[in-house]
C-alpha cells in the first residue's frame, strides 16, 4: 500500500497534438463542408469492436477520460499515437477540449472498451486541417481503448461482497487496522498486493496514514469482511500519480480483506456463551485454573487449541502467568462456564506478535471452557444430599472401619471411578492413609445411610501429577454413600478384648494341655473369643489372615508353636519397650 500523498492542484500538462487539437478545433468546426449533395453533413461513425462484459459506469459529458489511441488516415498512414508517446491521454469530455468527432466517439463507452470511430472532416480538422500533421479534408480513424473515467462529483465507491455472520466491532476513525489488498487500476492492472510481501497492511485510520479514499472505504469494516473499494483520483494520488505504478488521474480499485481492528483505548471484551445453572462461586486472582481453548484470530484463522494437545491449560490467573489480557479475562468465571475472550494486541503480544502464527499487533480471540479452579487454600467442600429418617446417634471418626458406595468424576461431568462397577462397597480405615486426604475428610461424621456430595481440591487429592485416569492438578466430585461402620482398632492392633483378658491366658490356649499351642489351637481360641464378644479382630481384613498374623507375631523363634516365654499381649510389649528406651 503507497502513502498518501499532499494532494497536487496543477493543470494537465497536454501532449502537443492534443494542444494543437484545441486551439484548431474550433475553426474545423466552422470550416466543415457539406455533403457533395448538399444533404446533411456525416456524424461520427462508432465500430464497437470489444464491449467487455461488465460496465458499471459509461462515459457521459463532463467526465474526466484517460484513454490510449492510434490514429490514422484512410489508407492506414499513421499520423498520431499515444503509445508511441507512451503517455495516455487525460482529459474531460464534452466540453470543447477535443474535436467533435472525438467528444462524440467517447460518449456512452465502458472501461476496456474498444472502438474505431471514423470522423468525417468537419468533426476533426476541416477544410484548413493541421499543418505538417493533417490535410484539409481529411477523413481521420482512431483506434481507442478506454482505461479510466470519473468525474468531480464522484465519491468512494463501496461494494460488500463478503459479510461475516458475526462481526464484533466494526471499523472507526482512530482504529488500528490490519488486511490484506489487491490493488488495480479500473482497467485491472495490477499495481500492488500485500499478499506478496507475507504480511498485511498495518496502519491507523482516519489519521493522515491513509490516502482520503482508503480512510474513506474502511469504515464500517467487519474483520473478516470482504470489500470492492473504488477510489477516485482526487481522493488518490491525483493528477502526480505514484512513481511508475500509478499514472497521474488513475481511478484505484482495491480488494480488501480486513484481518481484524482495533483502538489502543480497547479493554479486554467478554462475551458468555454458556453459564451452568447454580454458579456459587467465580474465580479471582491467585486461584489456579484447568480450562481448553482454542485461539483464532480476528478472521478466524486458528493458531492454537488445547483439544489439539488432548489437556488442559493449567495455571494461576490474576498473577503474571499468562498474558494480561488472559489473566483478566479468566477472572469470574463458573466452572463449567464457555466464555469468548477478546483480546487487544496491547494486553497479548504486542506489536511483535509471537512466533510464526500470531503475527503483530494482532487481536486474539479465545473460546475458553473452564474445567475447573481451585485454590490452594482451599479445603474440602462438603454438601448433605440426604440424610436417614431414623436418629443417628453415632457418626463416622478417625480410627472407624467404614463401607461405602461413590461415584467420582471431574468438575465438568467425566466419570473417573464408581464402586458400583466392582459390585460391592469400598472400605477403608478412616485415618489409615487408605484413601486420598480429601475422602478421608469427607467421610468423617457422617451416619449410617447418609448421602453426600464432595468438591475435593487437588493438594487434598491426587495433586500436579494427577494419578491414573486422573489429570494433574483435577478437582474431584464424589458423590459418597455410606453403607455401615464400625469402631476400628488403636493402630498396630490386630484383635483387642473387650474385656480383661484371661488371667491364664497361655493355659486356655494351649488345648490339648502339651505345653505349647500350635496355629489350630491358636486359631480356635481367637476364633471362640470372637463369637462370645470377649474381642474382636480388625474390621476389612479376613479374618484368617488376621488370625495367621497374629500367630506370626507370637511364635518369636518362628518354629510353628508358640510356648509360654513367646505370648506376650500388645500392651505388655510396649510396656517392656518403654522401660528399655528409659
Known amino acids: 500500500?503507497?502513502?498518501?500523498?499532499?494532494?497536487?492542484?496543477?493543470?494537465?500538462?497536454?501532449?502537443?497534438?492534443?494542444?494543437?487539437?484545441?486551439?484548431?478545433?474550433?475553426?474545423?468546426?466552422?470550416?466543415?463542408?457539406?455533403?457533395?449533395?448538399?444533404?446533411?453533413?456525416?456524424?461520427?461513425?462508432?465500430?464497437?469492436?470489444h464491449i467487455p462484459r461488465a460496465c458499471p459506469r459509461e462515459v457521459q459529458m463532463g467526465d474526466f477520460v484517460r484513454y490510449h489511441y492510434n490514429g490514422t488516415f484512410e489508407d492506414g498512414k499513421k499520423f498520431d499515437s499515444s503509445y508511441d508517446r507512451n503517455t495516455l491521454v487525460a482529459i474531460v469530455v464534452g466540453v470543447g477540449r477535443l474535436i467533435t468527432g472525438m467528444d462524440r466517439g467517447l460518449m456512452g463507452m465502458c472501461v476496456n472498451e474498444r472502438r474505431r470511430l471514423i470522423v468525417p472532416p468537419h468533426l476533426g480538422y476541416g477544410s484548413i486541417g493541421l499543418a505538417g500533421l493533417i490535410p484539409p479534408d481529411a477523413t481521420?480513424?482512431?483506434?481507442?481503448?478506454?482505461?479510466?473515467?470519473?468525474?468531480?462529483?464522484?465519491?468512494?465507491?463501496?461494494?460488500?461482497?463478503?459479510?461475516?455472520?458475526?462481526?464484533?466491532?466494526?471499523?472507526?476513525?482512530g482504529d488500528f487496522v490490519r488486511y490484506h489488498y489487491n490493488g488495480t487500476l479500473l482497467d485491472g492492472t495490477s499495481f500492488d498486493t500485500s499478499y506478496s510481501k507475507g504480511g498485511t497492511y498495518d496502519t491507523y485510520v482516519g489519521s493522515g496514514w491513509l490516502i482520503k479514499g482508503m480512510d474513506q472505504g474502511l469504515l464500517g469494516m467487519c474483520p473478516g469482511e470482504r470489500r470492492k473499494i473504488i477510489i477516485p483520483p482526487f481522493l488518490a494520488y491525483g493528477e502526480k500519480g505514484y512513481g511508475t505504478v500509478i499514472p497521474p488521474h488513475a481511478s484505484l480499485v482495491f480488494h480488501i480483506l480486513l484481518i481484524d481492528v482495533h483502538n489502543p483505548k480497547d479493554t479486554v471484551q467478554l462475551e458468555t456463551l454458556e453459564l451452568p445453572a447454580g454458579c456459587v462461586r467465580r474465580a479471582v486472582a491467585g486461584d489456579f485454573m484447568r480450562y481448553h481453548y482454542n485461539g483464532s484470530l480476528m478472521d478466524g484463522t486458528?493458531?492454537?487449541s488445547s483439544y489439539s494437545r488432548n489437556h488442559t491449560y493449567n495455571t494461576y490467573i490474576?498473577?503474571?502467568?499468562?498474558?494480561?489480557?488472559?489473566?483478566?479475562?479468566?477472572?469470574?468465571?463458573?466452572?463449567?462456564?464457555r466464555r469468548r475472550i477478546t483480546i487487544p494486541p496491547?494486553?497479548?503480544?504486542?506489536?511483535?506478535?509471537?512466533?510464526?502464527?500470531?503475527?503483530?499487533?494482532?487481536?486474539?480471540?479465545?473460546?475458553?471452557?473452564?474445567?475447573?479452579?481451585?485454590n490452594p487454600a482451599d479445603v474440602v467442600e462438603i454438601r448433605t444430599l440426604s440424610r436417614p429418617s431414623e436418629t443417628c446417634?453415632?457418626?463416622?471418626?478417625?480410627?472407624?472401619?467404614?463401607r461405602y458406595h461413590y461415584n467420582c468424576s471431574l468438575l465438568d461431568g467425566t466419570q473417573l471411578f464408581t464402586s458400583h462397577d466392582y459390585g460391592a462397597p469400598q472400605e477403608a480405615t478412616l485415618g489409615a492413609n487408605k484413601v486420598i486426604e480429601g475422602l478421608d475428610t469427607g467421610l468423617q461424621g457422617m451416619c449410617v445411610g447418609e448421602r453426600r456430595q464432595l468438591i475435593v481440591p487437588p493438594h487434598l487429592a491426587h495433586g500436579e501429577s494427577g494419578a491414573r485416569g486422573v489429570p494433574g492438578s483435577a478437582v474431584l466430585l464424589f458423590e459418597v454413600e455410606l453403607v455401615s461402620r464400625e469402631d476400628g482398632l488403636p493402630t498396630g492392633y490386630l484383635f483387642v478384648w473387650h474385656e480383661d483378658p484371661p488371667a491364664n491366658l497361655f493355659e486356655d490356649m494351649d488345648l490339648n494341655k502339651d505345653g505349647e499351642v500350635s496355629p489350630?489351637?491358636?486359631?480356635?481360641?481367637?476364633?471362640?473369643?470372637?463369637s462370645e464378644g470377649k474381642g474382636r479382630l480388625m474390621p476389612g481384613q479376613d479374618p484368617e489372615k488376621t488370625i495367621g498374623d497374629m500367630f506370626q507375631n507370637q511364635d518369636r523363634n518362628q518354629d510353628g508353636k508358640i510356648t509360654?516365654?513367646?505370648?506376650?499381649?500388645?500392651?505388655?510389649?510396649?510396656?517392656?519397650?518403654v522401660h528399655e528406651e528409659l
Open 140 to 173: 481521420l480513424y482512431f483506434d481507442v481503448v478506454l482505461l479510466d473515467v470519473w468525474n468531480k462529483e464522484d465519491t468512494v465507491q463501496v461494494s460488500t461482497l463478503l459479510r461475516p455472520p458475526h462481526c464484533p466491532r466494526m471499523v472507526q476513525d
Open 318 to 337: 490474576g498473577q503474571g502467568y499468562i498474558i494480561p489480557g488472559m489473566d483478566q479475562g479468566l477472572q469470574g468465571a463458573c466452572i463449567g462456564e
Open 564 to 577: 509360654v516365654e513367646e505370648l506376650k499381649l500388645k500392651s505388655d510389649e510396649d510396656q517392656e519397650r
Open 520 to 530: 489350630e489351637e491358636f486359631s480356635t481360641f481367637i476364633k471362640a473369643q470372637v
Open 393 to 402: 446417634n453415632e457418626t463416622t471418626k478417625l480410627g472407624d472401619f467404614v
Open 346 to 374: 496491547h494486553l497479548a503480544y504486542g506489536e511483535n506478535g509471537t512466533g510464526d502464527k500470531i503475527p503483530g499487533s494482532a487481536v486474539l480471540i479465545f473460546n475458553v471452557h473452564v474445567i475447573d479452579f481451585h
Open 1 to 49: 500500500m503507497f502513502p498518501a500523498g499532499p494532494p497536487s492542484h496543477r493543470l494537465l500538462r497536454l501532449p502537443l497534438l492534443q494542444l494543437l487539437l484545441l486551439v484548431v478545433q474550433a475553426v474545423g468546426r466552422g470550416l466543415g463542408r457539406a455533403s457533395p449533395a448538399g444533404g446533411p453533413l456525416e456524424d461520427v461513425v462508432i465500430e464497437r469492436y
Open 302 to 304: 486458528l493458531f492454537d
